[in-house]
């Protein structure tokens, strides 16, 4: 028990530290002095920093697994499309040291860019399925070519979403606001695709993410 609680306590510190400080620039022995153990305790329950790493990555590709659920039973309606960004955005923050880092994460390991990219292909056949069975209840009218499209854009926006506001040096450091925000831009890539009164509902629900 006493190993166990202190693996969690290495992944928990890990994560902070690498949301706050960027992944590149924490050591294993930055993880040890901020848990008060030595290197060699830390090395005893992960063998590098990689290990943590991927331990992380696993923590957040079963979150991720289940906040690109669809519905099952039934066609899929507004609210499921702001339920299920709202889920994922969510995990993005908790882990957004991968987002931030992602390109030098996914270049020293190749597990993980697989890994990643099976959660990509995940997200983009859960907007698909959402959009379509939007368009079947007749809630959006696009051909399937606008379709496939407009999930990819959601795709874009959202995974790169951190990265574009560090760019642009919206915020020198992210905030879950700007989260907020990438939800709100997301959302409004629906839209023209809308029924008037559709499109007025998805505006209503959006606003939340403009404060």
Request: hydrophobic share 45%.
């Amino acid at each position: 028990m006493a190993a166990k609680q202190t693996r969690e306590r290495i992944l928990d510190t890990s994560l902070a530290m690498f949301n706050a400080q960027g992944e590149p620039n924490v050591t294993t022995n930055h993880i040890a002095d901020e848990l008060g153990i030595s290197p060699g305790n830390l090395y005893y329950h992960y063998r590098n920093k990689d290990d943590i790493v991927e331990r992380l990555f696993a923590r957040y590709e079963s979150r991720m697994d289940d906040a690109l659920s669809v519905p099952e039973g039934r066609l899929p309606n507004l609210e499921d499309v702001w339920l299920q960004l709202h889920l994922v955005f969510e995990c993005m923050w908790e882990y957004r040291f991968l987002y931030r880092d992602l390109v030098d994460i996914l270049a020293r390991n190749r597990k993980l860019r697989q890994r990643f990219a099976r959660i990509l292909n995940r997200a983009a056949a859960s907007a698909q399925t959402v959009l379509k069975g939007l368009a079947q209840a007749e809630i959006l009218r696009a051909t399937e070519d606008e379709i496939h499209a407009t999930a990819e854009n959601v795709l874009l926006v959202a995974t790169f979403w951190l990265n574009y506001h560090a760019v642009r040096g919206v915020n020198p450091e992210p905030a879950q606001n700007d989260l907020s925000h990438g939800i709100y831009q997301v959302m409004l890539l629906i839209a023209p695709f809308l029924r008037d009164a559709e499109r007025t509902h998805l505006n209503t629900l959006a606003q939340a993410y403009r404060r």
